[in-house]
């Protein structure tokens, strides 16, 4: 008897159209975000998934990609939000450093700038997650709207960097579909929508 999250990237925003670094800062969804979003909806409709519960970053990105695909009740959490990179809100993506040897990621590097480590987000993300997987019952489903950077490191957690790097393609709506049973997450598949 498993229960199934649908783990969803926000739709695109200005800033992603415009290559600058958005983590805790927000910017407004595209046109083409809006759209992304509202094919998805239709995808679930077409394919008859409907949410048992619905969450959200508390992030305006994010809760309103999840108003697109749903008009049911949600909850924002805070513990959905985006990696805070710190000083580097808002600049230009080529300011981002490489992975740090041995992390798959950022590591700790934007620590020293007022932000957060991959382990601080990848440590909430999975609280967070678990919390609202072990809250529901067998067979139901949950859709979460979060961000990029910061399912990424909830995936390092449960996934070989290989099939992270193999299956995962983490574009805007882009929905990674998860079982969990047993306190353990379980990777299904990739859902692209745009």
């Known amino acids: 008897m498993v229960k199934t999250l649908y783990l969803m990237r926000h739709g695109q925003t ?54 697109l695909i749903t008009k049911q009740p949600y909850q924002r959490l805070k513990g959905l939000k985006e ?9 230009p993506e080529f300011l981002n450093p490489h ?29 967070t997650l ?20 910061a399912i990424y490191a909830f995936l390092l957690k449960w996934l070989d960097i290989e099939v992270i790097r193999e299956k995962v393609s983490l574009h805007n709506c882009a929905v990674v579909k998860l079982t969990f049973d047993d306190g353990k997450f379980n990777f299904e598949e990739v859902i692209q929508n745009n």
């Open 14 to 67: 200005l800033f992603n159209q415009l290559h600058l670094i958005q983590g805790a800062c927000d910017s407004p969804l595209t046109s083409e975000g809006i759209e992304s979003a509202e094919k998805a909806s239709a995808y679930f409709e077409s394919v008859g998934i409907s949410f048992d519960y619905a969450y959200s970053s508390t992030q305006e990105r994010a809760s309103d990609t999840l108003e």
């Open 99 to 127: 992975n740090q040897p041995g992390r798959n990621s950022y590591g700790d590097f934007f620590v020293q700038f007022q932000g957060e480590s991959d382990y601080q987000v990848q440590d909430r993300m999975n609280k």
């Open 130 to 149: 678990t919390e609202i997987m072990e809250q529901i019952k067998p067979n139901q489903n949950v859709l979460a709207v979060s961000h990029g950077g």
């Open 83 to 91: 990696w805070n990179f710190g000083v580097f809100e808002g600049q």
